[in-house]
């Protein structure tokens, strides 16, 4: 046991910040219900829909996003008098709204802003799905840059094409991202990769909430929801309907007016081929040098460090200079209360001719 204690100074003390990723691939095939939809959460509310793993009746279950869809005042598609659901749609997007986009300097919920820059106007997404990720896979934020999520836009609802995939990333957001939301930080998603501009964004990601923005308008030929003009859209792409190349009233518009938020949910879950992305975990440690100088902690007081008055590891020899084994370090508080204890995987040997520096390290 020590005899005397030490008062750590500021160079004794520094501070480090880890970022862990992990790859999360998220298939097609479990959102759209891989065991006979028994993995697909619905509720009495009918205003989103959970996707798991795994029957979520089992308790092997694991919680992997939510999905559901919302409104905006003025959305083109549909009024209280003829969209199902018009009230729980438009509370939906006005939810979202609020924690991600805030309010206005008049106490007004803002729409999603196309390019991100709410304060120059331009072209709002009036109608947008979320993808809402469990923390268990995005943990303190998800990755920027990595996220990718791919949806068969062409085709019949009951057939998608597989070859009409439609895959929209975060793309460039390592070096290009907005900090204008309340939340935190977000990224524009892109349909291109190659050279993504505000006329491909097609949505938000928020990396620390977690979740994905995205217009509903990506299953039409005419992006309506955000202005007018091609936005990087491939040609034949009506969505929810048949693939003919014209604007479609069988397409998603008509999902969206007249079907309930669950029906949407159901039809993007048979569209989604697959989502992915690296999720980060913030390692924050504090490092403690534990200096032994030459002089310090060379006896111990330890009843079993002496023998009939002699050293114990000094043998026979008198003359021999003392020695100590350290195994153990504690941290006290400036009241020389026991805080913390850090044990050695083997002893060292101390002695007045060496000196020691132990590095402790506490994770948060």
């Given amino acids: 046991m020590a005899t005397t204690f030490k008062t750590f100074l500021n160079n004794d003390i520094a501070s480090t910040r880890t970022l862990l990723h992990e790859a999360i691939p998220i298939t097609g095939s479990i959102a759209s219900g891989t065991y006979g939809n028994n993995n697909i959460k619905n ?18 279950a694991n919680h992997i996003f939510d999905l559901t869809v919302g409104v905006s005042s003025d959305s083109v598609f549909g009024t209280a008098n003829n969209m199902a659901q018009y009230s729980k749609k438009r509370n939906v997007y006005n939810q979202m709204a609020q924690v991600l986009v805030n309010y206005s300097t008049g106490g007004l919920i803002q729409q999603f802003d196309q390019d991100g820059n709410i ?15 469990a923390r268990l896979l995005n943990k303190d934020e998800i990755k920027k840059g990595s996220f990718t999520v791919t949806f068969n836009t062409g085709g019949a609802p009951e057939a ?16 290009s991202f907005r900090v204008n939301s309340p939340t935190g930080e977000y990224g524009l998603l892109y349909t291109s990769s190659a050279t993504p501009n505000i006329g ?10 977690g979740i994905a923005v995205i217009t509903a308008s990506i299953f039409s030929d005419d992006p309506i929801g955000i202005g007018t003009g091609p936005y990087g859209f491939p040609s034949g792409f009506c969505g929810f309907g048949t693939q003919d190349g014209a604007y479609d009233t069988t397409s998603y518009k008509t ?16 569209r989604l081929t697959q989502v992915q992305f690296n999720n980060t975990t913030e390692l924050n440690s504090t490092i403690y040098f534990c200096r032994a100088n030459v002089g310090d902690y060379n006896y ?9 008055s002699k050293i114990r590891v000094k043998g026979d020899q008198p003359f021999a200079e003392p020695v100590s084994y350290i195994t153990t370090i504690g941290m006290y508080s400036p009241n020389n209360e026991l805080l913390a204890v850090a044990k050695l995987s083997e002893p060292l040997k101390k002695t007045p001719s060496n000196e020691l520096t132990l590095r402790v390290r506490l994770d948060y």
């Fill in 43 to 60: 509720y009495t509310h009918g205003m989103f829909q959970s996707v798991y793993d795994y029957p979520y009746l089992s308790s092997s």
């Fill in 119 to 133: 304060a120059a106007g331009g072209h709002k997404i009036k109608d947008a799905f979320f993808m809402n990720f």
């Fill in 160 to 175: 998608p094409l597989p070859d009409s995939g439609l895959v929209i990333g975060d793309y460039g957001a390592s070096s």
């Fill in 200 to 209: 491909s964004a097609v949505g938000h990601l928020y990396y620390q909430a």
């Fill in 255 to 270: 999902v969206l007016s007249s079907s309930t938020i669950q029906s949407f949910c159901d039809g993007l879950r048979n």
């Fill in 300 to 308: 111990s007081s330890n009843p079993t460090y002496l023998s009939a």
